[in-house]
């Protein structure tokens, strides 16, 4: 059974705090991975992908990846209110085109 | 990226009935999928659809519950039969565009259904 596992949380982060977001998977063979966010009462949103070792940055966003270690993560800098959603790692399956969805972090940034 | 709508938004039906979900988009696509996110919970993948073939459904699911059709390549329904209590959920219909090597999957609004 393949699977992706992420911290349920909720995570806290003060307004204009860095937020780090942690996922890992079991499918060593995997090269796709997202992270959505979702708002409560709302379907899920792509806000990043990354296919390489490294990191990979987009506005306030940052992915990262470690193959190796089978690691995931998603750095917010200058948390706003409005980044108070729920985070979904994603990973798509090295022997399918399917992707696979963490249980999500519920993220909240406090004023 | 895809525009995808979904139809109804919500509902709420008797058990022992069925209730199709509509999903439109905006673009051709190869591959659609429905997905079922339940109260509190993440994405749970109920199958793929892909045009002029049958759904391929996930452990779990079956197609005498959740029929699929997919009869060309911007449109798919996805019904939820005989159902009960256990099936209010959300239900998402999502599909995957590949852009310059880039492959990423969008999510259409969702169906929340209840089932008394």
């Known amino acids: 059974q393949k699977e992706v596992e992420q911290n349920s949380g909720p995570l806290s982060v003060p307004e204009g705090a860095i937020a780090s977001l942690n996922c890992t998977y079991s499918d060593r063979g995997s090269q796709s991975f997202f992270w959505y966010r979702q708002y409560s009462g709302k379907s899920p949103e792509l806000i990043m992908f990354i296919y390489s070792n490294g990191d990979k940055e987009d506005g306030r966003f940052t992915a990262q990846l470690n193959k190796a270690s089978q690691y995931v993560s998603l750095l917010i800098r200058d948390s706003q209110p409005s980044d108070s959603a729920t985070y979904l790692c994603?990973?798509?399956?090295?022997?399918?085109?399917?992707?696979?969805f963490g249980s999500g972090t519920r993220l909240s940034i406090r004023p | 990226s895809a525009v995808i709508s979904q139809k109804p938004s919500r509902d709420i039906c008797q058990r022992g009935t069925s209730l199709t979900i509509q999903c439109q988009v905006d673009s051709q696509v190869t591959m659609m999928f429905w997905y079922r996110q339940q109260p509190g919970q993440s994405l749970t993948l109920i199958a793929t659809a892909n045009q002029g073939s049958e759904a391929t459904y996930e452990s779990g699911f079956v197609i005498d519950k959740f029929p699929i059709s997919r009869p060309n390549l911007t449109f798919s329904t996805l019904t939820v039969s005989n159902m009960s209590p256990e099936d209010s959920s959300i239900y998402l219909c999502?599909?995957?565009?590949?852009?310059?090597?880039?492959?990423?999957?969008?999510f259409g609004p969702g169906t929340r259904l209840t089932v008394t």
């Open positions: 999502s599909v995957e565009e590949t852009r310059k090597g880039v492959y990423e999957q969008y």
């Open positions: 994603a990973v798509m399956e090295s022997s399918a085109s399917k992707i696979i």
